[in-house]
């Protein structure tokens, strides 16, 4: 049983454009979601997070977005750069302590 | 100054075989994990540490055994490796057991189980 589902299993975009990585989850008490970056042959990497009591938390380029009433989250990257490209994992979490993955979106930014 | 290294990065060995992966992280962190990341990808939560002692203890077969000698050290021993044991294997740590603390994650262990 899914609980974390990342759809798109890979995204290529062009560099300065947007990307928009989706998230989409069935645990209702999940309360706190992040996304993690992870180049090959290394761990990942945390990015950014957002609680639920929140819908927008933005950092730098980084922005996440949750919409707690269809249970999604997206990851947009503006402007995306040759150096994002990597596998995204979102992941959720709630007070069992914890961190609940999907199997990841791997971004290429094309130059 | 690797903050969470893992040793070996990579285990080729036998069915049947024991084997252990190490894991020690230099943050100061008082929890520890361990995740698997199969075939589909999936990372997943084996087991967590906080200080010493086990809090998260995942539905793993019982060859699966942490172990946690510190608060910087935290272990992995499988007996009898299986076939689909082959993952890359994952430490990491979080410098308190809160869900919403960042966790630090080693570069992984390679394990092929021919």
């Known amino acids: 049983d899914q609980q974390v589902k990342q759809n798109s299993p890979s995204l290529s975009v062009q560099e300065g454009r947007i990307s928009i990585l989706n998230c989409d989850y069935t645990?209702?008490?999940?309360?706190?979601f992040l996304w993690y970056k992870k180049y090959p042959a290394e761990g990942p990497t945390f990015l950014i997070s957002?609680?639920?009591?929140?819908d927008k938390n933005e950092d730098g380029r980084f922005t996440v977005f949750l919409n707690k009433s269809a249970k999604h989250l997206s990851l947009h990257i503006v402007p995306s750069q040759p150096g994002d490209s990597a596998v995204y994992f979102c992941a959720a979490a709630g007070s069992n302590y914890k961190l609940t993955f999907g199997k990841g979106t791997l971004l290429t930014v094309n130059p | 100054d690797t903050a969470v290294s893992q040793t070996p990065k990579y285990l080729v060995t036998q069915m049947g075989n024991d084997k252990s992966i190490k894991c020690e992280q230099n943050?100061?962190?008082?929890?520890m994990y361990w995740y698997k990341q199969d075939s589909k990808k999936f990372l997943k939560i084996m087991f967590s540490y906080n200080n010493k002692e086990l809090i998260i203890n995942e539905t793993v077969p019982n060859r699966f055994s942490p172990k946690s000698p510190d608060k910087a050290h935290l272990n992995l021993h499988i007996n009898s490796l299986e076939l689909g044991d082959s993952a890359v294997y994952f430490c990491?740590?979080?410098?308190?057991?809160?869900?919403?603390?960042?966790?630090?994650f080693g570069p992984g262990t390679r394990l092929l189980v021919l």
């Open positions: 957002i609680s639920s009591i929140k």
């Open positions: 943050l100061g962190h008082d929890t």
């Open positions: 990491a740590s979080s410098q308190i057991r809160s869900y919403q603390e960042t966790q630090y």
């Open positions: 645990n209702s008490m999940f309360d706190y």
